[in-house]
């Protein structure tokens, strides 16, 4: 676990208004705001006197700007911590019922007349309070929890206090959580409320809450701040708890099938059981580099070789690569090994287990649209994932497309088909960085020609074996392995094989990447000799499987960004004196 480093307090001045510990930059720059809004008051004071009733009104909160309001609510609840008139922040409240609940047992037609209370029922309600309105004597608050809202329809006939009812209310503002105790009730509209006889002050929201119509819309903001999109948008509750739903129905389908969930190691001095960039971290007692792990691959065959017949890991990895809409640097893997199956095996676990999934969500329905656009535009497709889903063979395809014969598959390694697969690209305007290898110059092609066809849910088969050093070959046709990878949308979001069990051919594989990674291909492997060794012991014959959860979740929620289906995203730190002068908060997350 990371030491937490602390900033040292010789640097740090209080604010008197709030009671901050800021810099004496920031501290400056806040006196000589507040130097300006006095004199701003001071004008105001000596100008000529408005009428009586908007005098009593005052400068409307909704007028002030961030910081102000900000500075008044402070001091507000700062007064309040003083006087203790009430705590603003108890250390508990009990809730009787959820809210969820609370309308399941009195929403119903016939429980609460309208215009009418439960006066001999209490129930006491905690949540956040949104929209705040008055309609003379009543004060009518929008509650809201758990993805559910319930009015309070305050009154001071029902308050326990009446003498002190403006003075409590007088407390609260949008964004606020509170506790309510009171009988459950009915407008004479027919809105399910709870009439309060006490509203407690739990935890005040002291911004500036984006107005209700508006809501939250800035993307950055959304991300940067995910617990403010949570509170008003109740889209992105959506996806997060159809995420969870996810996650948890592949757990129980593994389950179901007599597999074992395991953890394996995030750091490694090895970057194995995948071809990607690895990050570098530093163990201080070892004095040693290790990486972070890339795939937990290469542990849970070694456990399949143990006698662990079917096991799986949910966890996170770490590619040290791009950002874009589709790739996130940390993302989550589902990873499962099953002795004695192969891809074929796993293809049509995987047809059953999506199709599964996609029902559960939709209730029966095998059918779902992504707008690849986003959810404003028109485009739209039709994702159809009932089984058996589409085949594309690489090779063929690519010949296909391409109206070329491609060399033999067991000349696909060499310098000629290099050449070859160089030319093609050239021809066709297909752009491949170096250093062009066979296996990127083919990924490429693929990119290009095949991947763009697969809209609903497909497998790409027929793999060259230059392209997959952990795949063992294919039994029939030679210099192709057993792989397959599931696409939708044009994207990848799974990939599998029958895995390599040959302790002899995988340890020329390894050299093999070896070599390309001196050629300066830093995604390449290096030698595992412990997972050799684990080989030479008897590895059955296994099919292994591995699956994006973020990019599935983006498909089956018709999220086009990745950061909207992850809770915090990486995302580059905004330079403030905070975090140039002093230790970064967790929201400079990179």
Not at 121 to 134: F, K
Not at 254 to 264: A, H, I, N, Q, R
Not at 296 to 311: I, S
Not at 455 to 478: E, N, T
């Amino acid at each position: 676990m990371a030491t937490e480093q602390q900033p040292t307090t010789a640097n740090l001045h209080k604010d008197p208004v709030t009671g901050e510990m800021i810099s004496k930059t920031e501290l400056k720059r806040r006196e000589k705001q507040r130097e300006k809004e006095a004199k701003k008051a001071q004008k105001a004071a000596a100008a000529p006197a408005k009428p009586a009733a908007a005098a009593a009104a005052g400068p409307s909160e909704d007028d002030l700007n961030p910081n102000q309001y900000y500075e008044l609510r402070s001091r507000h609840i700062q007064k309040l911590k003083e006087t203790q008139d009430p705590n603003p922040y108890p250390h508990k409240f009990e809730v009787s019922i959820s809210i969820t609940h609370y309308i399941e047992k009195y929403g119903p037609e016939g429980v609460i007349k309208s215009g009418e209370k439960l006066e001999n029922v209490t129930e006491q309600l905690a949540g956040r309070i949104h929209n705040i309105r008055q309609f003379g004597a009543l004060k009518f608050y929008d509650l809201h929890g758990e993805g559910k809202k319930v009015q309070i329809m305050a009154s001071k006939q029902d308050a326990k206090n009446p003498d002190a009812f403006t003075t409590v209310h007088d407390n609260f503002r949008r964004g606020d959580i509170v506790g309510v105790i009171g009988s459950p009730s009915r407008t004479k509209k027919g809105e399910l409320s709870i009439s309060p006889s006490e509203m407690i002050l739990l935890a005040p929201n002291l911004h500036q809450l984006p107005s209700g119509h508006f809501g939250l819309k800035d993307q950055e903001t959304r991300y940067r701040k995910r617990y403010l999109d949570l509170i008003l948008n109740e889209e992105t509750r959506r996806i997060f708890i159809t995420r969870s739903k996810i996650i948890n129905y592949i757990r129980r389908f593994l389950d179901k099938l007599g597999f074992m969930e395991v953890e394996t190691p995030m750091t490694s001095m090895i970057a194995g059981g995948a071809i990607a960039k690895p990050f570098i971290t530093h163990h201080n007692d070892l004095d040693l580099d290790l990486y972070l792990r890339i795939a937990p691959e290469l542990y849970l065959k070694e456990l399949v070789v143990g006698g662990l017949d079917r096991v799986y890991e949910i966890g996170r990895v770490f590619r040290n690569e791009g950002i874009d809409l589709t790739h996130n640097p940390e993302f989550t893997i589902c990873e499962f090994y099953m002795a004695y199956a192969d891809m074929y095996d796993i293809m049509d676990l995987t047809e059953s287990m999506v199709e599964g999934l996609v029902k559960y969500l939709t209730g029966g329905k095998t059918m779902l649209v992504y707008q690849p656009e986003g959810k404003d535009s028109d485009k739209k497709y039709e994702l159809e994932f009932k089984k058996p889903w589409k085949r594309y063979d690489m090779i063929e395809t690519l010949e296909e497309k391409l109206g070329v014969k491609f060399p033999p598959g067991e000349t696909l390694h060499t310098e000629e088909a290099n050449k070859f697969l160089r030319e093609l690209c050239q021809k066709h305007n297909v752009e491949c960085s170096e250093p062009r290898t066979n296996a990127r110059l083919l990924d490429k092609l693929v990119g290009e020609f095949i991947e763009p066809l697969c809209i609903s849910p497909s497998f790409i088969v027929g793999h060259p074996q230059v392209m997959s050093p952990l795949a063992k070959w294919h039994r029939s046709r030679p210099g192709l392995c057993e792989r397959f990878e599931g696409f939708m949308c044009g994207k990848e979001f799974c990939n599998a094989y029958t895995e390599l069990n040959d302790p002899f051919e995988q340890r020329l594989r390894f050299e093999e990447q070896v070599r390309q990674k001196e050629a300066g291909d830093d995604e390449a492997q290096g030698i595992d000799e412990t997972f050799v060794d684990a080989l030479e012991h008897g590895l059955p014959p296994t099919g292994g499987w591995g699956i994006g959860i973020d990019r599935l979740v983006m498909f089956l929620t018709n999220s086009t960004n990745i950061k909207e289906v992850l809770l915090f995203p990486a995302m580059k730190p905004i330079e403030t004196p905070a975090n140039t002068q002093g230790v970064v908060g967790p929201s400079g997350q990179i």
